[in-house]
């Protein structure tokens, strides 16, 4: 689905800011039930805010649409690595939380401004009280005084300081549609700013999030103690989108699956030192959701993913702002298709949306339920996932689409219809010619494919001997070697040109 992007959400209408979504799955299940096909949906889109507990106005909506081959994936956000989250317990004791904050620094424009949701526990009170502040002596220039959520009311203030105006919406919801305490806040200015938020309680817990829109893209902000004892950090924790906090969506995380690789100007590109092969991708939000739920479900390939990009999109045309990431670039009918080293959960989910159908392939009838149930039970451990699993970073681990395939259709085992004699491919990068040896007799016959399975030129080969292919006609990048006997493969080997 391509997302609708508000210039902002209205926490009054929360219904306005779903409908496109829930129209855009309605029509592809709709579609789906007239050609009496099973059907996979994935959205790649998310952010911090909403009530994360599988109450909101789209998991209502979602809940009704999906069912026996009907699935809804989500990804799981893109704010792992950001403490974009703050949370307080209140008791008697302790009834204050105090955090500091400012503008992201990605708004280049004027005026900036942030925006913060922010959940409570039913049937408590609290109150808020947002300042600027003085960066060094953290004390209040200007300040709304505490306003507390027992009147179902919007506030429109202005603070002024340094010569500026600060615009403070604040929407205070006592009981919102699902019972919960609610209050939304946005503020902007001409200049930068520090600021502080407290909020007041005896009781319950209140959770928080802040994020701004910023051309096509959401930002986020950390929150901060500046050295005050009294204020307290954010976190990464609960940081999972409001979308996969459903019991029937499929939410999933990322991990890495390229460190680097070779770009169409034949650079070798990458994420640099600290990212491994096979970890959890520093990004990837983590759960828990509000209701308790360990989210996300599950991990797939989403950070090091080569993907198609939009020809269209001038950031990845030749001297583009993003075309060294740019891995090869396919002519058709006149027209140069580029495909990209791409990161993030939007493009885990998008892979296991495409295992899931496969998995509705074997059984049309396949459940939102029973799909993650067979995840789950299917799921791989490793060195990176650890063995304390199921956990909120990578919920039940890795998704393991050979295994749950076979759990399916009710297989033991698989038997490999190929079995593949040794081989020796060197040099490996190469330029202008490969060395093959492969083990076996007679004659064979070798077929070079270029990365999206084209033919590229074949050659014959003696099992058993040493051959050499001529490279010099291959262009920079991955290719396949396939070799058969008798029509039957009975080799698979990767191979790099260099030049």
């Not at 926490?11 to 800011?17: A, D, E, K, M, Y």
């Not at 909403?50 to 998991?59: A, L, N, V």
């Not at 806040?185 to 005896?202: C, D, P, Y």
Request: aromatic share 10%; net charge neutral; proline share 4%.
């Amino acid at each position: 689905l391509k997302q609708p992007r508000p210039t902002k959400i209205d926490p009054t209408q929360p219904g306005s800011f779903v409908a496109d979504f829930v129209d855009g799955i309605s029509y592809i299940f709709k579609y789906a039930d007239s050609v009496d096909k099973p059907c996979v949906v994935n959205l790649s889109w998310g952010s911090v805010s909403g009530p994360k507990d599988g109450t909101s106005i789209f998991s209502q909506a979602l809940r009704n649409m999906v069912g026996e081959g009907r699935i809804f994936v989500a990804s799981a956000g893109n704010n792992g690595g950001s403490p974009v989250h703050l949370s307080q317990k209140f008791t008697e004791k302790d009834t204050v939380l105090k955090s500091y904050f400012t503008y992201s620094s990605s708004l280049v424009n004027k005026p900036k401004g942030i925006w913060m949701d922010m959940w409570g526990d039913s049937l408590v009170s609290y109150s808020l009280n947002i300042s600027v502040v003085d960066i060094n002596s953290k004390n209040a220039v200007a300040e709304t005084g505490f306003i507390d959520n027992k009147i179902d009311s919007t506030y429109n203030l202005k603070l002024i300081a340094e010569n500026d105006t600060i615009n403070i919406t604040l929407y205070c919801i006592p009981d919102d549609y699902n019972g919960k305490p609610h209050f939304f806040l946005e503020m902007g200015s001409t200049k930068n700013h520090w600021f502080s938020i407290s909020a007041k309680a005896t009781q319950g817990s209140l959770h928080m999030w802040n994020y701004f829109r910023v051309n096509n893209s959401l930002v986020s902000v950390n929150y901060q103690t500046l050295g005050d004892k009294n204020a307290k950090n954010g976190d990464i924790d609960y940081t999972i989108g409001d979308w996969v906090s459903g019991t029937e969506v499929v939410g999933v995380g990322a991990y890495v699956s390229k460190v680097n690789c070779l770009n169409a100007d034949s650079v070798l590109i990458g994420y640099g030192s600290g990212v491994y092969f096979d970890a959890l991708a520093s990004f990837s939000s983590r759960g828990p959701t509000l209701s308790g739920l360990i989210k996300p479900d599950f991990c797939a390939p989403g950070m090091g993913v080569v993907a198609s990009v939009n020809s269209f999109d001038t950031v990845f045309a030749q001297h583009g702002s993003s075309s060294s990431s740019v891995i090869r670039r396919v002519g058709w009918q006149g027209e140069s298709y580029p495909y990209a080293l791409l990161q993030g959960t939007s493009m885990s989910s998008p892979v296991a949306t495409g295992t899931i159908a496969l998995f509705l392939e074997a059984n049309p009838k396949l459940t939102p339920q029973k799909v993650i149930e067979l995840i789950k039970m299917n799921a791989r451990t490793d060195y990176f996932t650890g063995p304390t699993i199921p956990n909120n970073l990578w919920g039940w681990g890795k998704l393991n689409a050979f295994s749950t395939i076979k759990d399916i259709l009710g297989l033991s085992k698989v038997e490999s219809e190929v079995t593949e004699p040794d081989s020796k491919l060197y040099p490996n990068p190469t330029t202008d010619f490969l060395r093959v040896e492969i083990q076996g007799n007679g004659r064979a016959e070798a077929t070079i494919l270029d990365f999206l399975g084209r033919e590229l030129s074949t050659v014959s080969l003696d099992l058993g001997i040493q051959g050499v292919i001529d490279t010099k006609i291959l262009s920079n990048g991955v290719s396949y070697l396939i070799v058969k006997q008798k029509e039957k493969i009975i080799s698979r080997s990767k191979f790099i040109i260099v030049k």
